[in-house]
């Protein structure tokens, strides 16, 4: 949300629609806060003006993102609490080594890093032996993880239970939407989920019948068939919205095979 659009809007509105949202009462919303369904009503309303600590506390509770909280704190007529810094700042290098540390570390497996619109900020040679073969046109950066999945000249051929991991990063999308209330996002969505299914690998036999304990992603590698879960981190309690909306995927192995195989090929 821009500056100028919170601002005009009011602190009250955006306050409600996130309370909504949320599906959270103003007395369940006052109980948690520590306030009064009545003041809760009246900040809605714009017939009371809340405390810079009141708008803070109360997008605690309501889970609000934390660039959205900045909309809240200038709608309210105060300043942003959470800086912007970029990721290439001297500021965040401590974090940036973390990362490609942490991500290295995990080797062989695939690791990598995007931020809030799936730009990969930083990604792991398991990350790169995957992408071996995509078109130049789509390993330009910025990189986008959404579109090097699901794009029919990216990794989508290979996926061999395309249909349901592509209803996976959808859905997740949708919910990552829901939350967020970004545009870019939304666009992001929009553009790929439009993308034509590159082959309709559920109505494929797998050549080995497999107990998975989760959904894993299928996706042939020179004539091999990799199977992988993921598991998405975040920062906890972030103090910046670049922070905030990093997110760091992990690729595990989902059974013995593709371990063994992964152990042979990064060294």
């Known amino acids: 949300?821009?500056?100028?659009?919170?601002?005009?809007?009011?602190?009250?509105?955006?306050?409600?629609?996130?309370?909504?949202?949320?599906?959270?009462?103003?007395?369940e919303l006052a109980l948690r806060a520590d306030s009064s369904a009545r003041h809760i009503s009246?900040?809605?309303?714009?017939?009371?003006?809340?405390?810079?600590?009141?708008?803070?506390?109360?997008?605690?509770?309501?889970?609000?993102?934390?660039?959205?909280?900045n909309a809240l704190l200038l709608a309210?007529?105060?300043?942003p609490h959470y800086p912007e810094t970029p990721l290439a700042?001297?500021?965040?290098?401590?974090l940036r080594d973390g990362i490609e540390r942490l991500i290295h570390g995990y080797e062989p497996y695939p690791?990598?890093?995007v931020d809030a619109t799936y730009h990969v900020v930083a990604a792991n040679?398991?990350?790169?032996?995957?992408l071996d073969g995509v078109p130049e046109t789509?390993?330009?950066?910025?990189?986008?993880?959404?579109?090097?999945?699901?794009?029919?000249e990216g990794l989508a051929p290979r996926i061999r239970n395309l249909r349901a991991w592509r209803g996976h990063l959808l859905e997740q999308m949708e919910r990552q939407i829901a939350l967020r209330r970004s545009e870019p996002l939304r666009a992001l969505y929009e553009e790929v989920a439009a993308y034509p299914l590159a082959h309709d690998g559920d109505d494929e036999e797998p050549e080995e019948e497999a107990a998975y304990f989760a959904l894993p992603l299928r996706i042939e590698h020179e004539g091999r068939v990799l199977s992988f879960i993921s598991s998405i981190s975040t920062f906890n309690t972030p103090m910046d919205v670049t922070v905030a909306e990093l997110a760091i995927e992990t690729f595990l192995p989902a059974d013995p095979a593709t371990a063994k195989y992964l152990q042979g090929f990064v060294s």
């Open 42 to 69: 009246f900040i809605e309303t714009g017939r009371s003006r809340p405390s810079e600590e009141m708008v803070l506390r109360l997008a605690e509770h309501l889970d609000v993102p934390v660039r959205e909280r």
């Open 111 to 113: 690791a990598l890093v």
């Open 138 to 152: 789509l390993l330009e950066p910025p990189l986008n993880a959404m579109r090097l999945t699901l794009h029919p």
């Open 125 to 130: 040679r398991g990350i790169m032996m995957l």
């Open 1 to 27: 949300m821009t500056t100028t659009l919170a601002a005009e809007q009011g602190v009250g509105p955006l306050l409600r629609a996130w309370r909504e949202q949320r599906r959270v009462s103003q007395l």
């Open 76 to 79: 309210a007529g105060y300043a």
């Open 89 to 94: 700042a001297p500021a965040l290098g401590a």
